[in-house]
């Protein structure tokens, strides 16, 4: 026999992070599906200066699409399951750290100019300081 306490635990939940977390994988559950259906046009219209780190490689912009497909189900994960929030979300602050870092050293050794700093900004360091804030926040809970 389950207690209450296990069956809510288990049961799909959207509070407020469930909510949070339900829009953060389907931001990158688009971003996938668009790098995995359409790499050159992602490539190309995505409003991040992409080409600015060198030629398209569909391969690796496919292969990149597929971290993000698997980002999405973490966080969707996530969303509806609570007591999965605190490892899906650490997984994903640990991959948007890291690649925040990239960018950084890149942009600080001068692969790229400084505007990319704030070009950067919105879709790169600011999704990683909000999965670190989010995932600090469940695991307090």
Same mark, same amino acid.
């Given at each position: 026999?389950?207690? $209450?306490?296990?069956? /809510?635990a ?12 339900g ?8 971003? /996938?599906?668009?790098?995995? +259906?359409?790499?050159?046009? =992602?490539?190309?219209?995505?409003? *991040? ?11 690796? %912009?496919?292969?990149?699409? +597929? ?5 999405? %189900?973490?966080? *969707?994960?996530?969303a509806?399951?609570p $007591?999965? $929030? %605190?490892? *899906?979300?650490?997984?994903? +602050? ?5 690649h /925040? ?8 050794r ?6 990319? =700093? ?9 999704? /990683?300081?909000l999965?670190?804030?989010i995932?600090?926040? %469940? *695991?307090? $809970?």
């Amino acid at each position: 026999m389950t207690s $209450r306490s296990e069956t /809510a635990a288990s049961t799909p939940a959207l509070d407020f992070w469930g909510i949070v977390l339900g829009v953060f994988s389907l931001g990158n559950f688009a971003n /996938a599906i668009w790098m995995l +259906a359409s790499p050159a046009s =992602w490539y190309e219209n995505l409003p *991040a200066g992409v080409p600015d780190f060198g030629p398209l490689n569909e391969h690796f %912009v496919r292969d990149i699409g +597929a971290i993000y497909l698997m980002i999405a %189900v973490g966080l *969707a994960v996530a969303a509806l399951q609570p $007591r999965w $929030r %605190v490892p *899906a979300c650490s997984s994903v +602050a640990a991959y948007m750290i890291l690649h /925040a870092l990239v960018h950084v050293l890149d942009t600080m050794r001068g692969l790229v100019g400084p505007e990319h =700093w704030m070009i950067d900004l919105p879709g790169v360091y600011i999704p /990683a300081i909000l999965l670190t804030f989010i995932t600090w926040k %469940v *695991a307090q $809970r």
